[in-house]
């Protein structure tokens, strides 16, 4: 489950006079006390921070991988803020006016990731998480635009996808046979995969009007969530930044990626809490969740730099998908 991949990008690894710096702007006056810096993640930078004379505790984030997600992340959060748990953003430096790149400073927002309680083994805690993520990607998905695409500035649709399937199966063969990820599945695999994805493409005719907000990296390590009044909630979710207009079984594939590795009632709780907040299924949601992710994991094959455990993973989700199929 991601466990043992590289990161796409090395730690932006800061001293105290650039952190001090850095934090002029939303703490005049104050200097850093404390500085950890966060491992999670493949490719931004988070230092958890604390400062003088102040008891909250706060994030910088450097957006290294993209530098115009920090403006996605202002947008979104100015959207969603008061339906949908995120953090409180301070300041941000879009334009890495003060570094070199762009940066936020927000709130911590306290709490356990979500990956952690699912790694416990305690199915109590791991099922009620999952209704309480799925009540909130519900909520998400409340959030709709104009047209399906990626987003510029502002929330405004800036590369709108095209109609029907033809964007999906342009990405796809691109990835398999222009780019990197065809190297890494072999000729074989990357020709059955193709015929695969060509005689099942009709699964994605339902979702292709779908324009709502997805965040398009919904999983374990990007929601946070805490004990509330006796019951887990969402408290935060995190790591927006590859965020667009499009269908939200986006991201319900994301959630759904290793149910086999979860427990059974997984998947039925996270369903539940969606559809009893509103979200919609279409007929065979399964199937079509499906064919979504597989664009995600040749994504993830594409990389510069990829690692052999995350080559060997992505593969085995590959061929269990197209293994499993018919029983979905």
């Known amino acids: 489950m991601q466990k043992d991949w590289n990161r796409r990008h090395d730690f932006a690894l800061l001293d105290d006079i650039t952190l001090n710096a850095m934090l002029q702007p939303v703490f005049p006056g104050k200097r850093v006390v404390e500085a950890e810096l966060l491992t999670a993640g493949l490719c931004n930078t988070n230092y958890k921070i604390k400062v003088s004379d102040l008891a909250d505790t706060f994030v910088l984030r450097l957006y290294i991988r993209d530098r115009a997600a920090c403006q996605k992340d202002y947008d979104i959060f100015s959207l969603v803020q008061g339906r949908v748990p995120v953090p409180e953003l301070l300041y941000v430096d879009r334009d890495g006016s003060r570094y070199n790149t762009a ?6 927002v306290d709490g356990t990731l979500l990956s952690d309680v699912m790694a416990t083994g305690n199915t109590a805690d791991i099922t009620e998480c999952a209704y309480a993520a799925g009540t909130t990607l519900a909520h998400i998905g409340t ?3 104009p047209q399906s695409g990626f987003f510029g500035p502002g929330l405004s649709i800036e590369h709108p996808f ?20 065809g190297q890494r599945l072999g000729d074989t695999l990357s020709d059955q995969l193709w015929g695969f994805v060509k005689t099942h493409a009709y699964y994605l005719d339902s979702v292709k009007d779908a324009a709502s907000l997805v965040h398009s990296d919904f999983k374990g390590v990007n929601i946070l969530v805490r004990r509330e009044q006796k019951r887990w909630q969402v408290a935060a979710v995190l ?15 994301n959630m759904l990626r290793y149910e086999r590795l979860l427990p059974g009632k997984f998947e039925d709780e996270f369903i539940r809490g969606y559809l009893e907040e509103g979200g919609q299924l279409p007929h065979g949601w399964k199937r079509t969740c499906k064919l979504l992710d597989l664009l995600s994991l040749c994504e993830f094959l594409n990389a510069p730099h990829p690692n052999n455990a995350m080559i060997e993973e ?13 029983g979905m």
């Open 314 to 326: 992505v593969t085995g989700l590959i061929v269990g998908t197209i293994e499993n199929w018919v």
């Open 143 to 145: 959030y709709n635009f």
């Open 162 to 181: 095209d109609a029907g399937n033809a964007t999906f199966l342009g990405i796809l063969e691109q990835f398999l046979f222009t780019e990197n990820a």
């Open 239 to 253: 790591d927006w930044e590859f965020a667009f207009a499009g269908s939200p079984l986006t991201d319900i594939a």
């Open 103 to 108: 940066y936020a400073v927000m709130k911590w």
